[in-house]
């Protein structure tokens, strides 16, 4: 069973940052291309960022230029630095994992998620 444990969200004035990160166990972590999704309230869940085995990276518009998703194979953890953050940036993120060497920014490739870490950007 892969499991994915986030951590790192919280509440954040705009403007702010927050790192957000994701360990992985009882997997080859990295053999897995990894990503980041994001669900606000009401939303359907969105691409942040992904990354390949090998550390190419694949980032939304809205995010481009603000996070950075980068990966420490031996620590089996995936990270997301998020500066200046706005409110719009506000929802639950989530890891998502799936054995394979290509990326894909489909969230349906991904069978392997975990249970969300929350980030609210507010004043």
């Known amino acids: 069973q892969v499991q994915l444990v986030e951590s790192g969200g919280g509440l954040v004035q705009p403007g702010g940052s927050l790192r957000l990160s994701c360990t992985a166990s009882t997997i080859v972590f990295d053999l897995y291309a990894m990503g980041w999704y994001r669900q606000a309230p009401g939303e359907q869940r969105e691409l942040v960022a992904i990354?390949?085995?090998?550390?190419?990276?694949n980032y939304a518009d809205s995010v481009k230029g603000r996070f950075t998703i980068s990966r420490d194979n031996a620590k089996s953890t995936m990270y997301l630095q998020m500066n200046s953050l706005k409110s719009e940036d506000t929802a639950v993120y989530y890891c998502?994992?799936?054995?394979?060497?290509?990326?894909?920014?489909?969230?349906?490739?991904?069978?392997?998620w975990g249970q969300g870490t929350r980030v609210t950007v507010s004043s």
């Open positions: 990354i390949s085995k090998d550390g190419d990276t």
């Open positions: 998502a994992a799936r054995n394979s060497t290509s990326l894909s920014a489909n969230r349906f490739d991904y069978p392997y």
